[in-house]
């Protein structure tokens, strides 16, 4: 499985901001799909991941980001709102089926 992440940028605190992972090769709805970021400094957390059974936010996530996924198209996305100086991070489509798989990261930046 590879994994191509699209939608990263600058935007304004409070402002708003879509990702997309595009998975290629064979994916299962049952495997978990989903988001992780790093900020410089610090280690790589959790945002969001999805599967057939459970869809599962971090912390920084709650209440803000939406995640979702297309298995047909085998994509995943996740909708940021609300966002914040400190959710700036390089965003990681990850993927987790029989073996763990990692994008190349998208950069987000909250900033006015």
């Known amino acids: 499985v590879q994994l191509q992440a699209s939608g990263g940028g600058l935007v304004q605190p409070g402002g708003s901001l879509s990702l997309t992972c595009a998975a290629s090769g064979r994916i299962f709805s049952s495997d978990v799909f989903g988001w992780y970021r790093q900020a410089p400094g610090s280690q790589r957390e959790l945002v969001a991941t999805?599967?057939?059974?459970?869809?599962t936010y971090g912390d920084p996530a709650k209440g803000r980001f939406t995640i979702s996924r297309d298995n047909a198209k085998k994509l995943v996305y996740l909708q940021m709102t609300s966002l914040k100086p400190e959710d700036t991070a390089v965003y990681y489509c990850y993927y987790a089926g029989t073996y763990n798989y990692w994008g190349q990261g998208t950069l987000v930046t909250v900033s006015s």
């Open positions: 999805m599967s057939d059974r459970r869809t």
